[in-house]
């Protein structure tokens, strides 16, 4: 095995010109872990807050002053290369696909993870930037909807349905037999309606904050609305749910209150159980109902490319790091 590999780092916060290439060491796996050459991964939300430390709280996470790990990448696909001596799930040449919500450093050669934590094996058929564009956002899509109780013939607005976790969770939905109303830009509106959703608003041209319907579930994907803004479309019993921390952290301070009253409630769903989303996402994508959007693919080498486009936040589905 290589004793180094090439790996995107950044030793500061900042933009895509923070990133720069280094040869960095490649440990011997412990016994428990699994060592995996990198085919695929993406650039995320969660890298960009990692990269850049933004919102400020990211610095709690990622590191005072500076990153606490300077390899930036939240997932992966590839081919396992070698294993630790106690590793029974996996084998070298093994086709595997994996996660970690709080950085897994996979914009590198290689990626070490532990065999019972966050990575699974990926069936043949399934090419590796499709696996990579799988994980993330589905991620969090999966721990978002799976807090809404009785999906089935509910009326759910998701808002930023063209994003990562917002096109995972229409589609989950779907499955689950909600009736959806998606909010994008004009331009894509067959490209939701393909995804499955019922109703369209489109956001240049109309707010859908002003909606004559009312909805049971308002999933908003990006973050980018508030429960004040919304309750005026909520049923009277329904639940917004944010995958952001909302204007001075309101959304997880709503969740806390608001399952007091018997009314309108916020629900801000910690994710847990990576292994348990994996198997969800890996279950959808079999039977065919989920289908991971992906928008643009940049080689590892124009990773600074990829991470500027991702930050100017219009990104469609998911950007793909291919290492081939």
């Known amino acids: 095995m290589e004793t180094t590999m090439k790996a995107a780092v950044h030793h500061r916060y900042g933009d895509e010109n923070a990133?720069?290439?280094e040869q960095v060491a490649l440990k011997n796996p412990e016994p428990n872990e699994v060592v995996v050459r990198v085919k695929a991964a993406t650039v995320n939300r969660t890298d960009c807050a990692n990269l850049t430390g933004k919102p400020i709280i990211m610095h709690l996470v990622a590191g005072i002053g500076k990153p606490r790990n300077p390899i930036t990448g939240s997932d992966f696909a590839g081919i396992v290369e070698a294993v630790g001596e106690k590793v029974s799930k996996f084998k070298p040449g093994d086709r595997v696909v994996g996660l970690d919500a709080d950085q897994c450093s996979s914009h590198a050669e290689f990626v070490i993870m532990k065999e019972n934590k966050g990575i699974s094996k990926l069936p043949d058929e399934i090419d590796f930037?499709?696996?990579?564009?799988?994980?993330?956002?589905?991620?969090?899509a999966y721990n978002f909807i799976k807090r809404i109780p009785d999906i089935s013939g509910k009326n759910i607005l998701v808002n930023g349905a063209t994003g990562a976790i917002g096109s995972a969770g229409l589609q989950f939905l779907k499955y689950h037999g909600a009736t959806i109303t998606a909010v994008c830009r004009s331009e894509h509106d067959h490209l939701i309606r393909d995804l499955g959703a019922d109703e369209v608003i489109h956001y240049d041209k109309e707010d859908f904050t002003q909606s004559e319907a009312t909805f049971d579930v308002i999933f908003d994907a990006v973050g980018k609305s508030t429960f004040g803004k919304c309750r005026r479309i909520l049923t009277s019993r329904g639940i917004y749910i944010s995958s952001e921390l909302g204007p001075k952290i309101q959304n997880p301070l709503l969740a806390?209150?608001?399952?007091?009253?018997?009314?309108?409630?916020?629900?801000?769903?910690?994710?847990t159980?990576?292994?348990?989303?994996?198997?969800?996402?890996?279950?959808r994508l079999n039977d065919g109902s989920f289908e991971p959007l992906i928008d643009r693919e940049f080689s590892f080498q124009e990773i600074r490319d990829a991470y500027h486009y991702v930050l100017q936040g219009q990104k469609v589905g998911n950007v793909v790091l291919r290492f081939d």
């Open 129 to 140: 930037g499709k696996a990579a564009a799988s994980m993330e956002g589905a991620h969090y």
């Open 256 to 271: 806390l209150v608001t399952p007091f009253g018997k009314g309108q409630q916020v629900k801000f769903p910690v994710p």
């Open 273 to 283: 159980d990576t292994n348990r989303s994996i198997q969800y996402i890996m279950e």
């Open 19 to 21: 990133i720069q290439f």
